[in-house]
């Protein structure tokens, strides 16, 4: 029974690239959920999939972020010209009807921009 | 608008010894699913705990019970018997329930706690 996995586990990059995360759901679960972490805080929801629906979006999610779930399975995140406030953990949630609606998480991946 | 609370920031305890952290919520949703989650220094958020508006019965999970009170807005989690291995960070979480397709969570800021050998 594998859960959710996250890759990579770190990033660390320049000012102004680039950078994608993917994530692989629990297999079977509909659902999947990217939040951001900054050290001290609680998560902050970022958007959410429904199979390859993106059904929500946070305001945070500047124009900078794109997320896509192709076929609903895996899900990568992208940031482009990456900022110095991007640096945070980004974790990735999945859940489905069957587990009560659970999230849960992976690993995630820490990201430093310098 | 939902809210979490968490008014400790950290927390000591012995091992061995039971230890509440506390959390309150506010929401105007009439259903709602209130969830707790452990996060070691490795990052990982781990689920412990969940707890529906509408469950008769505290939930326990293992060495985990929610002190539920809904009149008072607060679910509590109560850790007995505490191992060094609990030492983490742990955060209360909410969502409503069917509420459309809007499932994320809303999040407290945590409670550090220290198990004390």
């Known amino acids: 029974d594998t859960g959710v996995s996250q890759d990579p586990r770190h990033k660390i990059t320049k000012r102004g690239q680039n950078v994608t995360f993917r994530c692989d759901p629990i297999?079977?679960?509909?659902?999947l959920y990217w939040y951001r972490q900054t050290l001290g805080q609680g998560p902050e929801f970022l958007t959410y999939f429904q199979n390859e629906a993106q059904l929500e979006k946070s305001r945070l999610l500047s124009d900078r972020f794109s997320a896509e779930r192709p076929k609903g399975s895996f899900s990568t995140l992208e940031i482009q010209r990456t900022e110095q406030g991007d640096s945070a953990m980004y974790l990735c949630a999945s859940s489905s009807d069957k587990t009560a609606e659970t999230q849960y998480f992976g690993p995630g991946t820490r990201l430093l921009v310098l | 608008a939902q809210k979490i609370t968490q008014t400790q920031p950290g927390m000591f305890v012995q091992e061995k010894e039971a230890v509440t952290l506390d959390c309150t919520y506010d929401?105007?949703?009439?259903?709602?699913?209130l969830f707790w989650y452990k996060q070691p220094s490795s990052g990982e958020m781990i689920f412990l705990i969940y707890q529906g508006s509408y469950d008769q019965q505290n939930a326990t999970e293992g060495r985990y019970s929610l002190n539920f009170q809904k009149a008072r807005k607060s679910a509590n989690l109560v850790i007995s018997a505490s191992q060094l291995g609990d030492s983490a960070m742990y955060f209360c979480?909410?969502?409503?329930?069917?509420?459309?397709?809007?499932?994320?969570?809303?999040w407290g800021l945590g409670t550090s706690l220290a198990v004390n050998p």
């Open positions: 929401t105007s949703d009439p259903s709602y699913g």
């Open positions: 297999s079977e679960h509909n659902r």
């Open positions: 979480a909410m969502r409503g329930i069917n509420a459309g397709n809007n499932r994320k969570l809303i």
